[in-house]
């Protein structure tokens, strides 16, 4: 082993076959991912068609365990991001469909102290409630009126937050004997079954032997496609994870800024992110799909770098994992910066934004320049 770690020391760089080998690894990689996220998200999108059908206490239930399941593969796949690929391109990218947020509640439907609220009360304005409809409403006349996506549905399934210390609870009448409870249940029929064609598009735009996205990001030179995984890796972990949605919130203190703030699921989400960031770098991808990973291309220009990155990536999902539950429990006013759980958070960010420095460090290693917030 030591000869192994001296012979990769002394070595002037990786080689082009392990840097080709690895753009390959990860572009199967973001295909297995994507595909791992459409078949829960179909899983969902039955359970919601389910209890739509039957609304019970039991079918609503399911449904939101099957949101929670679906999100959590979901989480992972925001590695894929931050470089203009197809979920982010400036013309075409669907991200602002999928996973926009901070999203007003007020938008979509009713909220404490104004019952009539939102398309979903407004049929003068909104007739019939169909996919045309919410895709030109989002983020029509600013950013926080979002009208698809994951937290659309998360919404329409839980309602507002308005506990300190559990998730919110939509009552069942809402899909069954309140004012316009079927305009409601068109909704969350409509924007579950736009989640699933979103995500099915980026499957499709990273499938193998097709003329798409993935054809042409293994058609780059390989510094160059790396260029660009790595860069999404690295603005995720701390421009968007450390930053837009732990610190933002816990500077602010404001439940409003924590990512899926209806179901409580943030930390979960915090902890999908950080995975996301280290089955990019290592390589282990879902579907039981692996081979050369970006960390095995830097430990042949410094395997002693390699092994710190691999150390602190180990040592971010740690403390992600580490943060209580749920996460709005360490944003309100009455808890002190040094109670337990608001260090956890802290310890967190801390610890991405390190993870981001030797990230950086890494790819120069292998003649890769990457620029991050």
Do not use: C
């Given at each position: 082993m030591a000869a192994l770690l001296a012979a990769s020391c002394g070595s002037s760089g990786p080689s082009d076959a392990t840097m080709e080998d690895a753009v390959e690894t990860y572009a199967a990689g973001v295909h297995a991912a994507y595909s791992a996220s459409l078949t829960s998200?179909?899983?969902?999108?039955?359970?919601?068609?389910?209890?739509?059908?039957?609304?019970?206490?039991?079918?609503?239930e399911?449904?939101?365990?099957?949101?929670?399941?679906?999100?959590?593969?979901?989480?992972?796949?925001?590695?894929?991001?931050?470089?203009?690929?197809?979920?982010?391109?400036a013309e075409t990218g669907t991200e602002g469909l999928i996973n926009a947020w901070p999203l007003d509640e007020a938008y979509i439907d009713y909220v404490e102290g104004t019952p009539t609220a939102g398309i979903v009360n407004d049929p003068a304005t909104y007739p019939t409630i169909d996919?045309?409809?919410?895709?030109?409403?989002?983020?029509m006349g600013g950013e926080a009126n979002v009208s698809t996506g994951w937290h659309a549905v998360e919404f329409l399934l839980w309602g507002q937050d308005l506990s300190g210390d559990g998730p919110?609870?939509?009552?069942?009448?809402?899909?069954?004997?309140?004012?316009?409870?079927?305009?409601?249940?068109?909704?969350?029929?409509?924007?579950?079954?736009?989640?699933?064609?979103?995500?099915?598009?980026?499957?499709?735009?990273?499938?193998?032997?097709?003329?798409?996205?993935?054809s042409e990001f293994e058609a780059l030179d390989a510094p160059e496609a790396l260029r660009l995984a790595i860069t999404g890796v690295g603005e995720l972990s701390r421009g968007e994870l450390a930053g837009e949605r732990m610190n933002v919130a816990y500077e602010a203190r404001s439940q409003e800024d924590e990512h899926s703030c209806f179901s409580d699921n943030t930390t979960a989400d915090i902890v999908g992110n950080a995975k996301g960031i280290a089955m990019v770098l290592t390589a282990d991808y879902p579907l039981g799909l692996s081979g050369t990973s970006i960390l095995d291309v830097i430990a042949e220009a410094d395997a002693d770098l390699a092994d710190q990155l691999r150390a602190k990536i180990a040592a971010s999902l740690v403390a992600t994992a580490a943060i209580p539950a749920p996460f709005d429990r360490h944003l309100t006013e009455d808890v002190s910066d040094d109670d337990p759980g608001r260090r956890s958070v802290l310890a967190a960010i801390e610890l991405l934004e390190d993870q981001t420095d030797t990230i950086v460090v890494g790819a120069e290693a292998i003649g890769v320049a990457i620029n991050v917030s």
């Open positions: 998200a179909r899983a969902m999108d039955a359970a919601i068609d389910t209890f739509l059908a039957n609304p019970t206490p039991s079918t609503l399911a449904a939101k365990r099957a949101w929670l399941i679906a999100r959590d593969d979901y989480g992972p796949t925001e590695a894929f991001r931050f470089y203009g690929g197809p979920i982010d391109d996919a045309d409809l919410l895709v030109e409403l989002n983020e919110g609870a939509r009552p069942l009448s809402d899909y069954t004997t309140a004012d316009n409870a079927d305009r409601r249940a068109a909704y969350l029929a409509v924007s579950s079954d736009l989640l699933v064609q979103h995500l099915e598009e980026l499957v499709a735009a990273w499938s193998p032997d097709s003329s798409n996205y993935r």
